[in-house]
């Protein structure tokens, strides 16, 4: 109970404390980004730190450098759109990155951490798609949360999962010119990415090569408990069916900020 409390106060004063927000809906991809910058910070300042995914400990390591935290912005993934948190006074004066992907995507990669990492969803994917809680609608309510929020912090920048897979080094300099480190080389940039390339995650996931449970599997031999499962865009439509993609494809153009026009089908017209 002791460690629990400590673990509560010591979060407590990183959201409070922390210059630069990482923030995503869970399954958008937040862990390779991360891995990514601490590769990039690794070989451009010569520096290592133990457990690189806790990207606050480069501070230690680097003076000058933000407090980097990452993480999901309450847990969205068991709640419902209407409980979600809406105020965001939290990160005024803050910088914030906030990292989306195609909420299709999103809904397939969360049905398969909740039924073969974590084990806290029984039912079928078309079943998930429907879900009251964490599913398309939690994640359409959040992506609009922070769309009316971004004008919160002092700096907002929205990158998504599809322009880190077209173009990892144009997507990073936009981050480190955020974070303030505006030296770095493409160089470092591209090795930075290719170090991190979904066939390289997943030796390292395979192997606990970073000793983190954020990327580590369930089942070695079960391809499905992967965090690196797949790895591409638009891999949902392997997975779900023409009625449940349907029915989320309306919900996004109903529902989805423009802010995230990308996404809606209306944009595949234009």
């Known amino acids: 109970m002791l460690v629990k409390y400590w673990s509560r ?16 809906f869970p399954k958008c991809g937040r862990t390779w980004l991360c891995l990514m910058i601490a590769k990039a910070l690794e070989y451009h300042y010569g520096v290592t730190v133990n457990r690189p ?19 999901h912005d309450g847990g969205p993934e068991f709640q419902r759109a ?53 599913s398309i609608e939690t994640n359409i309510a959040f992506y609009n949360i922070w ?12 990158m998504t999962y599809e322009d880190l897979h077209e173009d990892a080094v144009r997507e990073l300099r936009r981050a480190f010119e ?58 949902y439509v392997k997975h779900l069916k023409p009625k449940e993609i349907a029915h989320i494809d309306k919900l996004i153009d109903e529902r989805l900020d423009d802010l995230y026009g990308v996404y809606k089908r209306g944009a595949e017209a234009e």
């Open 9 to 24: 106060i010591r979060r407590k004063w990183l959201m409070r404390n922390a210059d630069v927000h990482i923030v995503s």
């Open 53 to 71: 995914l806790k990207l606050r400990r480069f501070r230690q390591k680097v003076p000058g450098l933000p407090l980097i935290l990452q993480h």
């Open 82 to 134: 209407e409980a979600l948190e809406r105020d965001k006074s939290l990160y005024a004066g803050k910088k914030v990155i906030f990292l989306v992907r195609d909420p299709r995507d999103v809904t397939v990669s969360a049905y398969f951490q909740k039924t073969k990492r974590n084990i806290n969803f029984e039912g079928s994917i078309e079943e998930y798609v429907y879900h009251p809680v964490g």
């Open 147 to 158: 769309a009316e929020n971004r004008a919160v912090p002092s700096e907002f920048l929205l």
């Open 178 to 235: 955020l974070l303030g480190v505006d030296d770095i080389s493409d160089e470092t940039l591209q090795r930075a990415a290719d170090e991190c390339s979904f066939d390289n995650m997943r030796k390292m996931e395979a192997t606990n090569a970073l000793g983190s449970g954020r990327l580590a599997p369930r089942d070695a031999k079960d391809e499905t408990t992967y965090k690196t499962r797949e790895g591409r865009a638009g891999g």
